[in-house]
């Protein structure tokens, strides 16, 4: 049964710096994997998309790592700013199945403060 | 481009009663997928439809969900009869292939679902 874990559940952090948000899955045969942003009360936002045969992807400040076989991906986030302030969600398709569903961790609360 | 769109964005009902959530996937996409959160938990899968079928309902947590796609656009979920531990957001995903392939999938904003 595939299990998605992040790590820490919440970060507090000055803005400016650098940071490292961590998520790791049981089940190596993945799909691919996805990152999202829920702001509060918000739906969620996909931020990166990493596919099984890739190492990762970068969008502007962000930059997502995927190492399937050791069952991590990590999301950095460049230069924080208080408006990166959200909860951070990863989640992987499985790889077996044709259902397309996606397997969350319960996410990462980040605040970035002025 | 409109994104997903879910109504309503909040409902709360007493327990007993039946409520009905509405999804608007995004335009083409075949793929349809309802997903729950409940306090303090991860969101979890429900079910998934490729266009009017379903594919995967292994999520549904008891009968007294009833998940529809009539014409293979917009979908229904209902609960009935509602129960307290039914509290929580229902989220509607979609995505454009018939398959599951690397495709990116597209959340709506919610359904913040109280019953009390």
């Known amino acids: 049964k595939q299990e998605v874990t992040q790590i820490p559940a919440a970060l507090s952090v000055p803005e400016g710096e650098n940071l490292v948000l961590n998520c790791s899955f049981t089940d190596s045969a993945i799909y691919n994997l996805q990152w999202f942003r829920q702001d509060p009360g918000k739906g969620l936002t996909s931020l990166l998309l990493i596919q099984s045969s890739q190492r990762e992807q970068t969008s502007g400040r962000l930059n997502a790592s995927l190492d399937k076989s050791s069952g991590r991906s990590t999301l950095y986030i460049a230069a924080s700013q208080p408006g990166d302030s959200a909860t951070y969600l990863c989640a992987v398709r499985l790889g077996s199945s044709n259902t397309g569903k996606l397997i969350f961790g319960q996410g990462t609360t980040l605040q970035v403060k002025p | 481009e409109a994104g997903v769109t879910q109504f309503p964005s909040h409902s709360v009902i007493e327990k007993g009663q039946t409520v009905t959530l509405r999804c608007d996937p995004i335009?083409?996409?075949?793929?349809l997928y309802w997903y729950r959160r409940v306090m303090g938990k991860e969101i979890k899968f429900l079910l998934h439809f490729v266009k009017e079928s379903k594919q995967d309902e292994s999520g549904m947590p008891n009968n007294r969900f009833l998940a529809e796609r009539t014409g293979g656009t917009y979908s229904t979920l209902k609960v009935q009869p509602a129960e307290l531990e039914d509290s929580g957001v229902y989220f509607c995903?979609?995505?454009?292939?018939?398959?599951?392939?690397?495709?990116?999938?597209?959340f709506g904003q919610g359904t913040r679902l109280t019953v009390v």
């Open positions: 335009s083409g996409h075949d793929n």
């Open positions: 995903a979609s995505s454009p292939e018939w398959w599951a392939g690397n495709t990116e999938a597209f």
